[in-house]
């Protein structure tokens, strides 16, 4: 069956940099778009980085344009966020995505990000 299993989470001072890492295993992990979502306390989940199948092509929500990176390794089957100049509004549980595949999408159980002095 499908899995996510996000990693790299942790405490980070502001400033400060996190590489997340969702490795993903139970499908053709090459022909499907991938994204990664986050969700702070009280708020709801919102998307922050997209990036095609091929990762020729990537998006980012406005708040993370210039800071955050999205990647994939296709040979390992791992797509990454890598978060630099992070802040304390980037504290959040942190969730990788699958594009439909069939009649759904796929969640990972998330990591903790937390922005804090």
């Known amino acids: 069956q499908v899995q996510l299993v996000e990693s790299g989470g942790g405490l980070v001072q502001p400033g400060g940099s996190l590489r997340l890492s969702c490795a993903a295993s139970g499908f053709s992990f090459r022909m499907y778009g991938m994204s990664w979502y986050r969700q702070a306390p009280e708020k709801e989940r919102e998307l922050v980085a997209g990036?095609?199948?091929?990762?020729?092509?990537?998006m980012y929500a406005d708040s993370v344009k210039g800071r955050f990176s999205i990647s994939r390794d296709n040979a390992k089957n791992t797509v990454y966020l890598q978060m630099n100049s992070l802040k304390p509004e980037d504290t959040a549980v942190y969730y990788c995505?699958?594009?439909?595949?069939?009649?759904?999408?796929?969640w990972g159980q998330g990591t903790q990000v937390t922005v804090s002095s």
């Open positions: 995505k699958t594009d439909f595949i069939g009649w759904r999408t796929y």
């Open positions: 990036i095609a199948s091929t990762g020729g092509s990537t």
